[in-house]
């Protein structure tokens, strides 16, 4: 979800951030409805994402399982009145200049009669450090050559960079996800991760050896690992396309985490997962394996797809 900074509030909401489906925002009004500590989700108009009541009943039945509720965002249903969706479209129109490009002029569906309460993760303190990140695959793809030197986030990352037009600055490193998990093996491994994470976070900070401790001794992330390839074993290619375990492999692919190193340092790091919608998977999976033949027919997995890319990928490293 791209988080946005528009500076003025209408109607006493504040818009926070959105994504293709959805847009969340803050009540500025202590008279509001919405409980302090959460957010106001709702659905975007013309979009094939399930109505929230599916949405919900899913995390409540396929999600929360799987995790403790310390580890996710929590979420509930409220209804929502046609009077509060005219409010939260005029603080869309309102904001369409500060908004992501492509998502200037899309306006919440003014049928829905749900919205959701999500969790807000930001700083309960001024000096709290908070930052959000997609895991994305914290495993190899079943599906990639077995001479691959780069693991399936690194080589999508290089497949959309060829795709763009050519830049005269230079790219940024790609970010590989597999560091997460090696952190405590490797310190390399570990100063990537955190790099990654928290670009401006500087080594003598305290909360650098916070942050390294978090990532040296979590279990968060190792269970949604191995929960993504115990879900999916055989790959977007070979995997049976009605199977709702690789719809759930799907959804735990493209997550967020959100992390908050409180600024009492006797407080714990929190995690916290969220974005774990049900994926549309009858409009989703024709994408989900062309993408997938793209990378291995198209050499992404090999670093053979034309003009090599340099990435920092886990995997090429450890073949060295």
């Known amino acids: 979800m791209t988080t946005v900074q528009p500076t003025q509030t209408i109607h006493q909401y504040r818009l926070i951030g959105e994504g293709a489906a959805n847009v969340v925002f803050k009540s500025e009004s202590k008279d509001n409805p919405i409980p302090q500590g959460y957010l106001l989700r709702v659905p975007k108009a013309g979009t094939s994402a399930y109505p929230y009541s599916d949405l919900q009943d899913y995390w409540e039945t396929s999600i929360r399982p799987l995790f403790q509720p310390s580890e996710l ?31 200037r ?37 079943p599906s990639a050559p077995p001479s691959s030197t780069r693991c399936r986030n690194c080589a999508r990352e290089v497949q959309r960079r060829a795709s763009k037009s050519p830049s005269n600055h230079p790219p940024k ?13 490797d310190p390399t491994s570990l100063t990537r991760s955190i790099a990654a994470l928290t670009p401006n976070l500087q080594s003598t900070d305290p909360n650098y050896a916070r942050l390294a401790h978090w990532l040296n001794t979590n279990t968060l992330l190792a269970r949604l690992r191995d929960l993504q390839s115990s879900l999916d074993p055989a790959g977007p290619l070979a995997a049976n396309p009605e199977d709702t375990s ?13 992390v908050r190193i409180p600024a009492d340092p ?46 920092n990928c886990l995997v090429e490293r450890k073949r060295v």
Request: hydrophobic residues 40%; glycine residues 4%.
């Open 266 to 311: 006797e407080t714990p790091v929190e995690a916290r997962f969220a974005d774990l919608d049900k994926k549309n998977w009858e409009v989703k999976v024709e994408y989900w394996r062309a993408t997938e033949r793209d990378l291995i027919e198209g050499g992404y997995y090999e670093g053979r797809e034309g003009v090599g890319q340099k990435t």
């Open 173 to 185: 490193p790609i970010d590989c996800p597999l560091n997460l998990l090696d952190s405590a093996a």
């Open 73 to 103: 965002v929590q979420q509930h249903l409220i209804p929502i009145s046609p009077s509060i969706i005219t409010h939260l479209n005029a603080v869309l129109s309102d904001s369409d200049p500060a908004r992501r490009h492509d998502f």
């Open 246 to 258: 690789f719809h759930l492999a799907m959804t735990l692919r493209d997550c967020s985490c959100f």
């Open 105 to 141: 002029g899309s306006r919440i569906l003014t049928t829905a009669t749900t919205a959701m309460l999500v969790e807000d993760m930001a700083a309960k303190h001024p000096l709290d450090i908070v930052f959000e990140f997609k895991p994305k695959w914290l495993s190899q793809s």
